[in-house]
């Protein structure tokens, strides 16, 4: 994407009558295609899931005239495979750790700082998971997870899946707070 490009009002109106001549349904299916890219950028374990999520309709929408004299089919799935490449570039620019480590005392401050913030970041359904995945006392983590997942209609595996991402997620976002405090 040229890097002096952005969004202008025709450039948006232009993207909605891409996505649909009616503008109501047009309104809808953007809400639709951003909400579920925010979804898979947060499922990924990104820490800015809105910022990926704008960043690949703004590259979609910079490229419209090209993609409308090629393009048929479903305009959601195109959004889709243009994340899958945004996530791509966005797991390349993770910047690496800090050489210098402050004290270990500083530190374990700080990481528990970062913690709690990433927490409190997290979304009520997320958190309330992996406090239930770690927070009951007196059964085994197998048969904790047993009885989570059947709680929640879900597979066993659906569930280490979840909790692993969110997880992932989370430890990427304290990972981001300790290098910006420091």
Not at 28 to 40: A, G, H, M, T, V
Not at 62 to 84: C, H, M, P, W
Not at 101 to 107: C, F, K, Q
Request: charged share 35%.
């Amino acid at each position: 994407m040229n890097k002096n490009w952005s969004l202008s009002q025709e450039a948006f109106d232009a993207l909605l009558d891409w996505l649909d001549p009616d503008r109501e349904q047009a309104g809808i299916k953007y809400e639709q295609i951003r909400s579920r890219l925010i979804k898979i950028f947060t499922g990924r374990g990104c820490i800015d899931p809105d910022e990926l999520a704008d960043e690949t309709i703004n590259r979609v929408t910079s490229k419209l005239t090209e993609i409308q004299k090629e393009f048929t089919g479903d305009r959601a799935r195109y959004f889709f495979g243009v994340a899958n490449k945004v996530h791509l570039e966005y797991l390349r620019r993770k910047t690496p750790q800090p050489q210098s480590a402050p004290t270990d005392s500083v530190r374990a401050e700080l990481e528990y700082h970062c913690l709690e913030r990433c927490i409190a970041r997290l979304s009520e359904e997320d958190r309330a998971l992996l406090l239930k995945d770690y927070g009951a006392k007196g059964q085994t983590q197998a048969d904790r997870r047993k009885a989570l997942a059947d709680e929640l209609g879900i597979s066993l595996n659906a569930l280490r899946i979840r909790v692993y991402r969110i997880r992932v997620g989370l430890k990427e976002c304290i990972e981001k707070c300790i290098q910006d405090s420091l």
